[in-house]
């Protein structure tokens, strides 16, 4: 985020909004599963209406309207809700699930999340980096030439490997890029002989890019900038709004700010952020504030105290170009050591046979 240092490679402005969803597609409900708290009546839709009753009552609360004292009562009952959940998913063991678990899970989890309110972010972004090792990509170790094999993956080898990643789903892909090289090669992890790839990009346009920052993460804050500014926000937005819509909103924002920044074991575990990160970036909204074009999130890899960002690919394809590509081989690792300021500087791993070009033609790498 910005800093007057002049080393950050982001700066934001962040007004909050609450999203409501008018015409969702119903999913086949699960109103319960495992020890997971039962979805209330009061999250489930209304017959012959596209709204539940904790809709209608967020919407008077986020526009000012007065609520009864009984509505009060519901939206504190929420609360309750998504205290016990975000609790619940913590202990849940996403490893022993059967493919009908996981199906009976993600229609609750649809259920428990028909309704989201959402923080808007005004992004600024001055280079993103990818880090691939090429012998996943291509099967061996010999230097990338196709542009391609350092933006998204394409959508048949998203549903071949057929599995569920931080910002996505295996229905839909992103771009992952980080704020530095080695933010990039913590998530990564490289080991040694790996011949590594790093791809530069930059934003070909001026202006600020609609993102989603993802805030309550209990190790973030005080660590990471971006995490830190979003949760000062929210705090200045709770002074001027009732506190029974701020109290609702701020169990969902922790629930969130949980998947987001947990260890995985099993890419079951992916599920709920990969559903909200779908329903986000899958889901253009045009000239509306839920308009987002990436979504921000603390780098797990790197102990908080950067950043990653997922950008939809048509914002990556239309407004992004990689202006250099590195290369190098791993001869030592050092994920414990810290980082410096310099984006660019590579301090995790020792290497190799280092070199850099920046001649990009017709969607080649040209290496001379």
């Keep these: 985020m910005a800093q007057p240092n002049g080393n950050s490679h982001f700066s934001s402005a962040l007004p909050i909004y609450t999203k409501f969803s008018k015409h ?69 063991g996403f490893e022993s699930f059967t493919q009908k678990d996981f199906k009976n899970f ?24 990818r880090v691939v090792i090429n012998e996943q990509l291509i099967g061996n170790k010999q230097s990338l030439t196709k542009k391609g094999l350092l933006s998204y993956p394409p959508m048949h080898i998203v549903r071949k490997i057929n599995k ?56 973030g804050f005080g660590v990471n900038e971006n995490s830190t500014n979003a949760i000062r926000a929210f705090n200045e937005y709770k002074k001027t709004h009732d506190k029974v819509l701020t109290d609702h909103m701020e169990p969902y924002f922790h629930v969130l700010g ?10 079951y575990e992916y599920l709920i952020s990969a559903m909200f990160s779908e329903n986000i970036l899958d889901n253009p909204q045009k000239g509306t504030s839920f308009d987002f074009e990436c979504i921000i999130y603390p780098s797990v890899g790197n102990k908080f105290s950067t950043s990653n960002v997922a950008v939809r690919k048509d914002i990556l394809r239309h407004e992004f170009e990689l202006t250099k590509v590195i290369e190098f081989e791993v001869t030592d690792c050092h994920y414990e050591k810290g980082q410096k300021t310099n984006p660019e500087s590579i301090n995790l791993v020792d290497y190799k046979g280092y070199r850099i070009t920046e001649k990009i033609e017709d969607n080649r790498i040209i290496w001379e």
């Design 24 to 92: 969702m597609k119903k999913p086949k409900w699960q109103t319960e599963f495992r020890d997971l708290p039962k979805i209330p009546d009061t999250k489930k839709w209304l017959k012959g209406e596209h709204e539940t009753i904790e809709q209608k009552i967020s919407k008077k609360l986020a526009v000012g309207m007065p609520i009864s004292n009984a509505e009060r009562e519901i939206m504190q009952g929420l609360v309750l809700f998504y205290g016990i959940l975000y609790k619940s998913l913590q202990d849940l």
């Design 106 to 129: 993600e229609n609750y989890i649809f259920y428990a999340f028909n309704y989201f309110p959402v923080l808007a972010n005004k992004l600024t972004i001055y280079q993103l980096y």
């Design 164 to 219: 569920y990643n931080r910002a996505n789903t295996p229905r839909t892909n992103v771009f992952y890029g980080a704020e530095t090289i080695d933010t990039a090669l913590n998530e990564s992890k490289p080991q040694i002989g790996d011949k590594v790839t790093v791809g530069v990009w930059k934003p070909t346009v001026e202006r600020k890019y609609n993102s989603y920052p993802i805030s309550h993460s209990e190790e």
């Design 258 to 267: 949980y998947e987001y920044s947990k260890p995985i074991k099993h890419h």
